[in-house]
């Protein structure tokens, strides 16, 4: 068995990696969304071990797809190497194929959310730790599967709230076993043939992954790269029907994509299909005053599995998957300042003024929350100025002071207008359900 060469140990500086308030918030708005349409969808939630053996993984590393280096490793006392969850993907294949699960009836599908981790040099920590949501197929052939996840990755982003214009997807076919070698081995020909004009990286990658090409950055690559054949035009009958029926199913979903013949991945786990969503980043020129940090967020990737799965299982079985990083959605949303539907700031906001009013507004929370109602308070801050400013965000802000308290009643502020009525307290569920609703019908 190939030995990882170097083991890495975190140094400090894990603060980076705690998550509060605004940012934890909208990652689990991501997690729930993706959950629910998940399950709508049949895929059953899997948790999956945090630890791996690294011996089981090193198969794909000895193919080329895997870089131990990326591995958390830690080496145990009978000299094991114990690695932290490296993605959902890859821990939800070996869960498959330890746990036996080929008996069970198919297609099995599995939605796996963990945290993952992977070493980076780069970083401070010596790590990253991310969140990372999967779905996967099993023993499906047909392209349904791959539309299926497609579905949900695409769909939960946009109920999220994600405009149309902002996404791009991309999708190729990468040819399977029987017409990749042809489309391969004409590809280098034809790069061998141009040999000089290639940079050096390129010059390095042909034997290997004359593919790389496609995304060298250098100018005279790209020249070449933009006469080189694509691998649409080398797809043999199985393939091309897949990759139409696939596509017939985005088109009936009215799902945007660009078909790229040369669209490929270094170091891809992906076969038969690959396919990514970006958000595209709204820059403006610099002189304008625009940002030139503005990034473009990879967030969504899927493809065929078999080939990882087999190189893992030694049995043949189709396996498709798709990954949500959740992270770039994090990241995206606050770059763009979007605002999200399922925005998490409640319309409703509770004041109380004095001591009998602090208590009794437990017992109404309470009632509210029973009715589902979600309302927003600040039961430990005192001044009315201070409360009053919590309360800004919300359409309507709860007012119960002294006098109230003891009437039993309750002042309903529209915090727009600023007209506001006082309501007793037993009547104030139905009140605020027809506001409500009025306010969802405009
Ligand atoms: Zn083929
Ligand atoms: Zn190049």
Redesign the pocket.
Known sequence: MARPKKILIPRDNFNQFDCFNSKERLINIFRKKLGSLADFYGFSKTHTSPFENHRFFSPLTKAGLLDDREFVIHKNKINDFITLRPSSILSALRAYITNKLFDLSHPLKMSVDEECFRANSKEAAGLVVYPDFSLLMFGEANAVAEAEIFQVVWQSVRDLGFPTDKLEVKIN?L??????PSYRSTLSAYLRSRLSRLCKNCKKDLKVSPTNIFSCGEEKCKIVAGNAPAVLDF??????KYLRELLEFLDEMSIPYLLDGKFFRDRSLYNKIIWEIWATGTAQPVEEGGDSNIKDYLIGEGGGLSGVFEILSERPLDVFSGTVFVENLERFVFQEKLLLGGNPKPNIFLIQLGELAKRKSFGLMENLRKAGIEVGESLSKDAIKSQLKSAEVAEVALILGQKEALDRTIIVRDTQSGIQETVPQDKLIDFLKRKLEKQNQL
């Open positions: 076919s040819g399977c076993k029987e017409c990749r797809l043999c009958e199985a393939c091309k």
